[in-house]
């Protein structure tokens, strides 16, 4: 579309052109010779103008203020796109034409602040993320989407009326897009948590120990919207149930603080709730001792051993502990046929070098007897280790 000249400038004859060849093209969509359709269109301005109540040239100087004011717009927007990259502020593409608007930091949007508190309260699978060495709520964009088209949002459509309507001007992408605009939800992406470090990866003598699911991400210059991005959530909601947290601690310490304070009664019922807890921790020492005397006592007498409590240092719950009120020793598990194989082949290779050994000097028959007499369990351990070659 050609651009309308300056006020008070006659237009160039590059301008001319272009508009005679677009006046061409619109009539030969309408079927119609460039004469029949700059008629048409006299016509349309002579009605358009009567419905303003103005006159037809009152009428055409405000369309060429209107086209004046879009094409500063449109001027504005792409120093501000130009701004934006050099500073690497976030965009979001809005319109149909794609133009960048930069978004900047302030108070956000009521329909966007509604659509975030609304939308924070739906289950959109949300994952945890780690963002600037903090852990954010991740969700997929398709989810938002659904959960706008669905009927849950338009019930809470006429409960609330900042929510943000779905029209065929505004469709739900548009909606989707007052969150970044608002600094509420942004787009980010899959990052390395090494990257910039300026060193290379050294191999660790142990795997990292590593969260299934847990990724690293990075903020996207591009605030885009399709169904398989990612975005992460900065707005965290009402604050509420944190401040109350934040108030009983504050109110927990004053009360310990001014416990000289406390009238007479008060502090006779801490004392005896003191004592009272004190007795308690005394007897689980008590128990603790008992049940060790119980084990020692019972090992040598009854095996494997009796245990009073056996879960009582266990990590299970508090009321878990307690149960059952005695148990047996458990039994040491078995090696594992790994050592056990390992184990065996070292004693097959010491039998081998006994073996292999020169054999000694003929001696008498009395020391042979003694011999024989004092190596029974070696003659024994070799056809042992031969079976368990064999299988």
Request: with cysteine; glycine share 6%.
């Amino acid at each position: 579309m050609a651009t309308p000249p300056p006020p008070n400038q006659q237009p160039s004859p590059q301008q001319i052109a272009a508009m005679q060849l677009q006046i061409t093209q619109e009539a030969q969509k309408r079927g119609m010779t460039p004469q029949q359709f700059q008629a048409w269109q006299r016509q349309q301005i002579e009605a358009d103008a009567k419905k303003a109540g103005l006159s037809v040239d009152q009428y055409i100087n405000q369309l060429k203020q209107q086209a004046l004011q879009n094409h500063q717009r449109q001027q504005q927007l792409a120093q501000q796109k130009q701004a934006a990259q050099q500073s690497g502020e976030p965009q979001v593409q809005q319109g149909q034409a794609g133009q960048q608007v930069p978004i900047t930091p302030g108070a956000p949007d009521p329909k966007g602040l509604a659509l975030a508190k609304w939308l924070r309260g739906q289950d959109l699978k949300t994952r945890t993320c780690i963002l600037n060495g903090q852990r954010k709520d991740m969700f997929k964009v398709k989810r938002a989407l659904r959960a706008l088209q669905s009927p849950a949002y338009s019930a809470a459509l006429k409960k609330n009326p900042l929510l943000p309507t779905i029209t065929a001007q505004t469709p739900v992408t548009e909606l989707f897009k007052l969150l970044p605009l608002s600094l509420l939800a942004l787009r980010v992406s899959k990052a390395d948590p090494h990257e910039g470090h300026n060193h290379a990866p050294t191999p660790a003598k142990k795997p990292q120990k590593r969260t299934k699911g847990l990724w690293h991400v990075k903020i996207e210059q591009q605030q885009d919207v399709s169904e398989e991005l990612h975005y992460v959530w900065l707005y965290e909601g009402p604050q509420w149930r944190q401040k109350l947290y934040a108030g009983g601690a504050l109110a927990a310490i004053m009360a310990v603080v001014m416990f000289p304070l406390w009238p007479i009664k008060l502090r006779i019922g801490v004392w005896y709730l003191s004592m009272g807890m004190l007795g308690l921790i005394g007897l689980f020492f008590v128990m603790a001792i008992f049940r060790l005397l119980l084990f020692c006592a019972t090992v040598f007498t009854v095996k494997p051993g009796l245990w009073l409590y056996p879960n009582l240092f266990e990590d299970v719950g508090f009321f878990d502990s307690f149960r059952p009120v005695w148990g047996w020793q458990e039994e040491k598990k078995k090696k594992s046929k790994k050592s056990s194989s390992s184990k065996l082949s070292a004693s097959t290779a010491a039998a081998a070098t006994t073996t292999s050994a020169p054999s000694s000097p003929p001696v008498t028959s009395s020391t042979s007897s003694k011999s024989n007499g004092n190596t029974p369990r070696k003659r024994d351990l070799t056809p042992r280790v031969e079976e368990v070659e064999e299988d």
